[in-house]
């Protein structure tokens, strides 16, 4: 256990939201804890800010295990949300502001939520979607409300301010706290249900592996919508730090951002690392304060070359939305190419398709449980089957393969299931086959992962043609790109006769995955068009 943590954080009545902002409060209420870049609070502040919030959703009539939609980027209205509904004892959604067209009807209609609180930039994505299905009644807009492009049955009001003040909710570890949407693999997008003490663990481990300390500013240009991000603030939060966040990442930005926050720790994802080192050094690269970065997914071979160019530690580890972080370890203990050794309060096992363990150096499934209550998710909103099938024989099965060294040590090696991550996002091949398929003129398509030259996957489509029909591949994809979100729309199109198949119909991807990239392959970055990101 992080020893980094005081004793009394460590009793239940402080791992929840409101116990574990009273507590930072009482012990140093006037540090800085947390900034957009435009607000600052201190932990008091945040105290004030929580409760007023949670004043306001009680007053529009918002109850306990209400699910209340965000649609959000990271700005302080975001916190503002979260807070009040965790000091309520709602349930906070926050959505990828990415999401469009069927994947954000998913997740407004899997979740039930009546409220939802976004951007004015965004709301048009929302009023666009098949209203009957949802039961949202109102939006809160963050900016000047706009005209609907359409009819629109949700009344649309600014953001408004906080309420009265209320007394925090009394809460226990297993409460809900946020449902974070991760794209599914064969089926529609998960609600991943995170209880309030999940994130008190979060910013146990997480920051105990940085060696968070008192004074530390944390800055992240990672969304906030995601676990990432999100577990950054409790890692502020119960290390008397502060945690500045940006919009989003700039490669050329990047170390102008550490410089200016005072940032002495950082997050980012493997893709980034190699972007960073591809541009021409510069003496910024060292003029910052920064000791130490999360930085799981780097590829081995460039964690050494960013150390020595810029001078930040490299931090690896393994955890995801429905677990925690729970294969890690300090900067001192690093291996270059192995994500590190098991957390203390967590239990691992490396398995064959039966669950049985294998040898150790032999590449298995990675299932988890933890011994703490509530450390772990509990399981996806309103889909019972997808909890059982994930928690199968009282272990969550990660879909990912991996190897566990004699010493302890674990290295990834790829993910079992069809899943594709790029950009730092999970990409539901199923999702964007089914907006492929809605276009009149495509008979099939088949939607799969290839290897790109920043370690992260490019996102590539079979695609099978009705009879009689062309398709102009520029076209598709501008047929796409409001139907999806930006980063899920396929880089590579490649048109077939037909797609290699089992006898029982089903498409063999791997034979797909192992053709890649041909002469033919058409390829939207040798196209000159760029996809909108709004």
């Given at each position: 256990?992080?020893?980094?943590?005081?004793?009394?954080?460590?009793?239940?009545?402080?791992?929840?939201?409101?116990?574990?902002?009273?507590?930072?409060?009482?012990?140093?209420?006037?540090?800085?804890?947390?900034?957009d870049?435009?607000?600052?609070?201190?932990?008091?502040?945040?105290?004030?800010?929580?409760?007023?919030?949670?004043?306001?959703?009680?007053?529009?009539?918002?109850?306990?295990?209400d699910?209340?939609?965000?649609?959000?980027?990271?700005?302080?209205?975001?916190?503002?949300?979260?807070?009040?509904?965790?000091?309520?004892?709602?349930?906070?959604?926050?959505?990828?502001?990415?999401?469009?067209?069927?994947?954000?009807?998913?997740?407004?209609?899997?979740?039930?939520?009546?409220l939802?609180?976004?951007?004015s930039?965004?709301?048009?994505?929302?009023?666009?979607?098949d209203?009957?299905?949802?039961?949202?009644?109102?939006?809160?807009?963050?900016?000047?409300?706009?005209?609907?492009?359409?009819?629109?049955?949700?009344?649309?009001?600014?953001?408004?301010?906080?309420?009265?003040?209320?007394?925090?909710?009394?809460?226990?570890?297993?409460?809900?706290?946020?449902i974070?949407?991760?794209?599914g693999?064969?089926?529609?997008?998960?609600?991943?249900?995170?209880?309030?003490?999940?994130?008190f663990?979060?910013?146990?481990?997480?920051?105990?592996?940085?060696?968070?300390?008192?004074?530390?500013?944390?800055?992240?240009?990672?969304?906030?919508?995601?676990?990432?991000?999100?577990?950054?603030?409790?890692?502020?939060?119960?290390?008397?730090?502060?945690?500045?966040?940006?919009?989003?990442?700039?490669?050329?930005?990047?170390?102008?951002?550490?410089?200016?926050t005072?940032?002495?720790?950082?997050?980012?994802?493997?893709?980034?690392?190699?972007?960073?080192?591809?541009?021409p050094?510069?003496?910024?690269?060292?003029e910052?304060?920064?000791?130490?970065?999360?930085?799981?997914?780097?590829?081995?071979?460039?964690?050494d070359?960013?150390?020595?160019?810029?001078?930040?530690g490299?931090?690896?580890?393994?955890?995801?939305?429905e677990?925690?972080?729970?294969?890690?370890?300090?900067?001192n203990?690093?291996?270059?190419?192995?994500?590190?050794?098991?957390?203390?309060?967590?239990?691992?096992?490396?398995?064959?398709?039966?669950?049985?363990?294998?040898?150790?150096?032999?590449?298995?499934?990675?299932?988890?449980?933890?011994?703490?209550?509530?450390?772990?998710?509990?399981?996806?909103?309103g889909?019972?089957e997808k909890?059982?099938?994930?928690?199968?024989?009282?272990?969550?099965?990660?879909?990912?393969?991996?190897?566990?060294?004699?010493?302890?040590?674990?290295?990834?090696?790829?993910?079992?299931?069809?899943?594709?991550?790029?950009?730092?996002?999970?990409?539901?091949?199923?999702?964007?086959?089914?907006?492929?398929?809605?276009?009149?003129?495509?008979?099939?398509?088949?939607?799969?992962?290839?290897?790109?030259?920043?370690?992260?996957?490019?996102?590539?489509a079979?695609?099978?043609?009705?009879?009689?029909?062309?398709?102009d591949?520029l076209?598709?994809?501008k047929?796409?790109?409001?139907?999806?979100?930006?980063?899920?729309?396929?880089?590579?199109?490649?048109?077939?006769?037909?797609?290699?198949?089992?006898?029982?119909?089903k498409?063999?991807?791997?034979?797909?995955?192992?053709?890649?990239?041909?002469?033919?392959?058409?390829?939207?970055?040798?196209?000159?068009?760029?996809?909108?990101?709004?």
């Amino acid at each position: 256990m992080n020893t980094l943590v005081e004793p009394l954080v460590i009793s239940g009545a402080h791992r929840t939201l409101p116990g574990l902002l009273q507590h930072r409060a009482a012990r140093n209420g006037d540090a800085p804890l947390f900034s957009d870049r435009v607000t600052s609070w201190t932990a008091s502040d945040a105290v004030e800010v929580a409760s007023r919030r949670a004043g306001a959703l009680a007053a529009y009539g918002i109850r306990r295990g209400d699910r209340v939609a965000i649609l959000c980027g990271n700005r302080i209205e975001f916190m503002d949300m979260v807070l009040g509904c965790g000091w309520l004892g709602a349930v906070a959604v926050p959505i990828n502001t990415a999401s469009r067209g069927m994947q954000l009807q998913h997740i407004l209609r899997n979740s039930g939520a009546r409220l939802l609180v976004a951007e004015s930039n965004l709301v048009g994505a929302v009023t666009a979607l098949d209203q009957d299905e949802l039961s949202l009644e109102t939006i809160w807009v963050i900016g000047e409300p706009q005209d609907a492009s359409g009819p629109s049955r949700f009344t649309q009001v600014a953001l408004p301010a906080g309420g009265e003040p209320l007394e925090a909710a009394t809460l226990s570890d297993g409460d809900p706290f946020v449902i974070l949407y991760t794209s599914g693999t064969s089926g529609l997008s998960k609600g991943v249900v995170c209880p309030h003490a999940q994130f008190f663990w979060w910013g146990t481990h997480t920051g105990g592996d940085l060696e968070v300390r008192a004074g530390d500013v944390l800055y992240t240009c990672l969304p906030l919508f995601h676990t990432n991000a999100l577990n950054s603030f409790f890692q502020a939060l119960m290390h008397d730090a502060q945690l500045i966040v940006d919009r989003r990442f700039s490669a050329s930005g990047f170390f102008d951002s550490l410089v200016s926050t005072g940032a002495t720790v950082t997050y980012v994802l493997g893709a980034m690392v190699p972007i960073l080192l591809s541009r021409p050094p510069l003496p910024k690269e060292r003029e910052h304060q920064v000791r130490v970065a999360l930085a799981p997914g780097v590829p081995p071979q460039f964690q050494d070359a960013f150390t020595e160019r810029c001078g930040i530690g490299l931090v690896d580890g393994y955890g995801s939305t429905e677990t925690n972080s729970v294969i890690g370890g300090k900067l001192n203990t690093r291996r270059a190419g192995y994500m590190g050794k098991l957390a203390h309060g967590f239990d691992a096992r490396v398995v064959d398709e039966n669950d049985q363990p294998v040898a150790d150096g032999e590449a298995g499934e990675l299932i988890l449980r933890a011994d703490q209550p509530f450390a772990f998710a509990s399981g996806y909103f309103g889909m019972p089957e997808k909890t059982v099938e994930a928690w199968r024989n009282l272990w969550f099965h990660t879909g990912d393969r991996v190897v566990r060294n004699h010493d302890g040590y674990f290295r990834f090696v790829d993910r079992q299931k069809d899943a594709i991550r790029r950009r730092g996002e999970n990409i539901s091949s199923f999702e964007v086959e089914q907006v492929l398929l809605s276009h009149p003129a495509v008979e099939l398509a088949a939607v799969f992962a290839v290897q790109s030259s920043l370690a992260e996957d490019e996102v590539m489509a079979a695609i099978v043609l009705r009879e009689g029909h062309t398709l102009d591949p520029l076209e598709f994809i501008k047929y796409c790109e409001p139907r999806m979100p930006y980063f899920a729309v396929p880089r590579y199109l490649d048109f077939r006769p037909d797609v290699p198949k089992t006898e029982n119909g089903k498409i063999m991807k791997y034979k797909l995955r192992e053709t890649g990239v041909t002469s033919t392959t058409w390829d939207l970055e040798q196209s000159g068009y760029r996809l909108k990101r709004s």
